[in-house]
Structures are given as C-alpha cells and as structure tokens.
C-alpha cells in the first residue's frame, strides 16, 4: 500500500525489551513521527481488528500473522500495554487511508505504520516507516532531528545490536543486503555481529563496535557528519547532514570504513 520510496527506521536487538517502557516509546513514535504526517482525521483511519485471517480480497500480511491496528480512539498507554503482553510475537500498528468501502486505498493512497516483530529464534525487529510522499516531497531538518532522536532513544531502551534510517526502495532487506546476495535470515542470525549496510544513519552495536577497533577508534575515524557514542558500547553515525542529500562518494568511504562488519 505504501509507495516503494518510504523512510524506514529500524531496530534489531537481541535483548530481553522492558515491555512498559517499550509501550511507552511507541506512544511517543507515534504521536510524533506518524501521526502529524497523515493528511486526514484519525476517525478515518482502520479501527481495532484482531484474529486477521488473510484472504484474496485482504491480504493484509502473511499467514499465521496476528495484526492489530488501533485507530486514536484506542490509542493509549494502556492499549498498548496490553498489546504488547497479548501479542507478544507480532504488534503492527498502521495508518492508511481507506477508501469509500473501508478498503486500504492503493493507487495515490498513503500509508505509515510501526512494526514489533519478537521471534525467538531472531532478534527483535522495531521497524517504523513512512511514505516519503507524506512529507511534501521534503524531508525538513526539523523533522529529521525528531527520528533520529526517537532511533536514539529506541536504541538504548532495546539494547539494539544495530539498526539505521534510510530512503529505503528495498523492502524487508537493505540496499546492501541486495546487491550482496544475502538472504533475510542470514542477516537477521548476524546482525550483532555483521552490519545491515552503510546508510544515512547507522547504528553499531557493540561487537561492530569492537571488530572496529572500539569507541574510540569509532569516533576518531568514521567518516561521517556526525558520531554519537551512546554508551554501553552502540555509537550511532550520521553520514550527511541531510538524509535526502547523500552523496555517492560519502557512501562509499562510509563503505570503506564499515568493511570489516559487512557481508
């Protein structure tokens, strides 16, 4: 539903998440992220639905996935509390635009949503997109500085072994990931230990950080706008200035650098 050029920001992480404070950061990503881009009232957003059982005719997601959408009426601390303790392997909150029928509008339709995957034989998934068309066509700097400060924030609650923000046109897999040939699961089994891609925010976790060279050697020698040390080892790098300004010549020496914790 959403158009293939989306700004995605996501999370991985090995870590048991504390759940409560975890329902309290998606309350935030959503009032501050999301819910300011859609170009409607929230009452005209998909209201709660629970048991999806997919269809031809609605195929929300794979089988055997649970979805939940919640609309603002429900959008509480408390419903997502309990969302979070009853579905605790698949949370996805999306808002799209319907059309007359009550159906996910698909031609010139927008969409947003947050994704929580917990399996456990992968790392948690945070993942929060956002069709670039919802933004005008330009991405403010104001705006920027708010995912990267919630990607921050998310970082360090989820103990995340890495994660980034992009213009994604991939999907599920990164740009990287793509042209190396590597499969979903490979990535997923060693995201503490191998990076995801080189992108406009990069977040290491603390093995990547080691196989590095360290904090240190991090913050003295990437090549990138900005290096953050977040402590407990994860240091988050910001390639430009701008995420919808980077460079080939950036990427590639922020490919160099990163070589040794790339597939």
């Known amino acids: 539903?959403?158009?293939?050029?989306?700004?995605?920001?996501?999370?991985?992480?090995?870590?048991?998440?504390?759940?409560?404070?975890?329902?309290?950061?998606?309350?935030?990503?959503?009032?501050?992220?999301?819910?300011?881009?859609c170009p409607a009232s929230v009452s005209e957003l998909v209201a709660v639905a629970r048991g999806y059982q997919p269809s031809d005719t609605t195929p929300w997601g794979p089988p055997g996935y649970a979805r939940l959408?919640?609309?603002?009426?429900?959008?509480?601390?408390?419903?997502?509390?309990?969302?979070?303790?009853?579905l605790p392997s698949f949370l996805r909150v999306q808002l799209v635009q319907l059309d007359s029928q009550g159906l996910p509008l698909v031609d010139g339709g927008w969409c947003a949503e947050i994704l929580l995957k917990d399996d456990p034989s992968f790392p948690h998934q945070i993942v929060v997109t956002a069709a670039r068309s919802l933004f005008g066509g330009w991405i403010s700097h104001v705006v920027q500085q708010k995912w990267l400060a919630a990607f921050r924030s998310g970082a360090t609650l989820a103990r995340a072994c890495g994660g980034w923000i992009t213009l994604d046109r991939v999907g599920v897999r990164t740009a990287h990931e793509v042209a190396a040939g590597v499969g979903l699961d490979e990535s997923l089994f060693t995201a503490a230990e191998v990076a995801r891609g080189p992108h406009w925010a990069t977040l290491l976790g603390p093995r990547q950080v080691a196989a590095l060279g360290g904090v240190q050697q991090v913050c003295a020698s990437a090549p990138c706008h900005a290096v953050e040390d977040l402590g407990g080892g994860r240091i988050l790098l910001q390639l430009t200035e701008h995420l919808d300004d980077v460079p080939p010549d950036a990427l590639n020496e922020l490919v160099k650098f990163l070589r040794p914790v790339l597939h």
């Open 69 to 86: 959408l919640l609309s603002s009426g429900d959008f509480t601390l408390q419903s997502w509390s309990a969302a979070l303790s009853d």
């Open 1 to 37: 539903m959403s158009p293939p050029h989306v700004v995605r920001m996501e999370l991985d992480t090995f870590s048991v998440v504390d759940r409560p404070a975890l329902a309290t950061w998606f309350g935030d990503v959503f009032t501050d992220l999301l819910a300011p881009l």
